[in-house]
């Protein structure tokens, strides 16, 4: 994700195109990959973990507000 030109915000205007306004998320975060486990399952705590991380650390876009949390 480093080099991508993908933003929340282009993101989120992609979807409310695309999709019916309730079916776009309120909060959007990128992570740099997702944790898999041995049996090639998501670890699902792992990515509850870093999305909790990155609210700390106002890394999630909050379409409501249309800015990063702060």
């Known amino acids: ?3 991508s030109s993908l933003t929340p915000k282009k ?3 992609f979807l409310y195109r695309n ?3 309730y ?3 309120r909060y959007i975060g990128f992570l740099e990959n ?7 399952e998501y670890l699902k705590n792992e990515i509850r ?3 909790e991380k990155n609210v700390t ?3 999630i876009w909050d379409n ?3 800015d990063f949390l702060d």
């Open 34 to 40: 997702l944790p898999i486990g041995p049996s090639t």
């Open 49 to 51: 973990n870093e999305w």
């Open 64 to 66: 409501q507000i249309q």
């Open 11 to 13: 993101l989120s205007d």
């Open 23 to 25: 079916h776009v998320p």
């Open 1 to 3: 994700m480093k080099n």
């Open 19 to 21: 999709l019916a306004y």
């Open 57 to 59: 650390n106002s890394k």
